[in-house]
């Protein structure tokens, strides 16, 4: 075993016990949260070790950095979730390799993604970027609809050609009402599900909690966690 392999696995299965230790807390099975490795600014050859220790879902955030590595992973098992802030310019290149796209934010986006799903022939899984240190409609410092812009967004997606109504995703925020309440933020993202859900029963997918919080998304009830720096450490600068 390499050295950056042990090294990864170490810090997996260290991720894998903080999340099995959460379900046990919260009353939950670990089979019911999915772990997503963000990998922004790590190598494809990262990506192939994650694989090759059984991680299927991987995350990036930039299209210019993901569309290589993607190209370099494409026969590896994974499914790639799309989770940085997304121009309508960069959605046709995304469209072609992200399995899920989990910060929809707004109806220009929407068509876009849909327009670009029917041309390449494929279904694209599309969650909610829910911004709560947003005004009740308004956008949020880090992408993201405010609250009351979800039921719009989510009839849209479920509406378009091509997309799928899967979730929400949230981050915690920074400013506002819930900044530095992390588990309070999570359970607010949770009774915003169970809405959305009464409309959509299929998108009970719900995105929350990164390195630093996971176990409060894990205690909140959501079923993805999106992680990092603890499975593959601090990230290098960037320029």
Known sequence: ???RKAQLAENLAKVEDRIATACTAAGRKREEVTLIV???TYP???VR???ELGVRHVAENRDQDAAPKVAECADL???WHFVGQLQTNKVRSVVGYADVVQSVDRARLVTALSKEAVRAERELG???QVALDAEESGRGERGGVGTGGIEELGELVAGAPGLR????MTV????GEYAGRRQAAFERLMDLSTVLRRAHPAANMVSAGMSSDLEQAVTAGATHVRVGTAVLGVRPRLG
């Open 165 to 168: 109504l899967d979730g929400l």
């Open 38 to 40: 963000v990998t922004k």
């Open 126 to 128: 599309c969650l909610i």
């Open 1 to 3: 075993m390499t050295d």
């Open 49 to 51: 070790i994650l694989s």
């Open 77 to 79: 098992p994974l499914t």
């Open 172 to 175: 915690a925020p920074l400013t």
């Open 44 to 46: 494809a050859s990262d």
